[in-house]
């Protein structure tokens, strides 16, 4: 995937998330492995102002369904591998649509948005990842647009990397502490910063 094909197919997936009602307010789950598609359903959440939760492919169905529960998601997208146990995780929850990456990639594309839809930078959650759970049940982690850029500053300055927009992820990207790897830059809009 070119850097063209990524943003190309992020705006347009985010055009398709507005235009079903999935913006601020509204969580979207996302259960996959490291894939390319996972940061354009990643930065298309994000653009279109909702709040992406990252949930654990080696979850079970009770471990799902805790975290689709505590964030609220309405919607979960997960790789076609673990549909069955994403299918098991939904049932009692307020998720009311369950689908695969590819479905949807073609479901929710279209004209594409072009600009970052308006929430608060500093105060609107993002991304909502979840601890580990070693003291208990996992817990959400709610990171801002500021936080995501703050981190991807603080990374780039202590690397010495002042031109670089990104780090490539080494953990998986649902990890809270690869936040600042995940394939991210900076986008700027009217002198604020968005993370994508």
Not at 9 to 17: E, K, P, S, T, V
Not at 50 to 59: F, G, H, Q
């Amino acid at each position: 995937m070119t850097a063209a094909d990524l943003v190309a197919q992020i705006r347009a997936l985010a055009g398709g998330l507005v235009r079903a009602g999935f913006g601020p307010g509204k969580v979207v789950a996302l259960m996959a492995p490291n894939m390319p598609e996972y940061a354009v359903i990643f930065h298309a959440v994000a653009l279109a102002g909702a709040t992406i939760a990252t949930i654990n492919p080696a979850y079970t169905a009770p471990e799902v369904r805790h975290q689709l529960t505590d964030s609220g998601a309405v919607l979960l997208i997960t790789a076609l591998d673990f549909m069955a146990v994403s299918s098991a995780g939904v049932a009692g929850t307020g998720c009311t649509q369950l689908m695969t990456i590819a479905q949807a990639l073609a479901q929710f594309s279209g004209p594409p948005l072009l600009v970052q839809v308006p929430v608060d930078l500093a105060r609107h959650p993002l991304a909502l990842p979840y601890s580990s759970g070693t003291t208990g049940l996992p817990k959400g982690v709610m990171l801002s647009h500021r936080n995501l850029v703050a981190n991807l500053d603080q990374g780039i300055y202590v690397a010495g990397l002042r031109d670089l927009g990104g780090l490539s992820a080494i953990l998986p990207y649902l990890r809270h502490a690869s936040a600042d790897e995940r394939p991210s830059g900076r986008w700027r809009d009217a002198g604020h910063h968005a993370a994508l």
